[in-house]
């Protein structure tokens, strides 16, 4: 973009817009959030993580975790998150999911497997029969 110019490409869909756009036009997403967020992520680094695990506070993450899945399923979506913490040589996998009807359904554990399959860098051939997969 040469300086003076009066347009700008839109982080997201990098589609020309209007440098003093806040909402790309093409995809929608609010250019000044995108700026914030990133501007919030590097906040966040090792050394922030070093201190937290140190105090034993990462069960507040957690907490906002449980709470983004409660806004996001408020908001008409079916969020589903795949946790993987490692103690020494020992994974441990959480699936968190505030649906009832989604939490108990049969393949829940089968991706699972798959997630904590991909997490060791393995791959996993998992034999569903497809009429079975169509029909739950």
């Known amino acids: 973009m040469a ?7 839109c982080s997201a869909c990098y589609k020309e817009i209007g440098s003093a756009s806040k909402t790309c036009k093409y995809c929608g997403i ?4 995108k700026k914030n967020l990133k501007a919030q992520k590097e906040k966040f680094d090792d050394q922030w993580a ?6 034993g506070n990462s069960h507040k993450i957690m907490n ?7 806004k996001l399923e408020l908001l ?5 998150l795949f946790i993987t913490t490692q103690r020494c040589q020992h994974r441990s996998t959480k699936v968190f999911v505030k649906n009832i009807n989604v ?6 554990p089968v991706m699972q497997r798959l997630y904590e ?3 060791r860098g393995i791959y ?10 169509f029909l739950l």
């Open 3 to 9: 300086p003076g110019s009066t347009t700008r490409q």
């Open 103 to 108: 939490q108990s359904h049969p393949s829940v």
């Open 117 to 119: 399959a991909v997490v």
């Open 30 to 33: 609010n250019i000044i959030q």
């Open 64 to 70: 906002c975790v449980d709470l983004l899945l409660h």
């Open 76 to 80: 008409g979506f079916s969020p589903m």
């Open 124 to 133: 996993l051939y998992v034999h569903l029969p497809i009429k079975k997969l």
């Open 50 to 55: 070093a201190k937290l695990k140190k105090h």
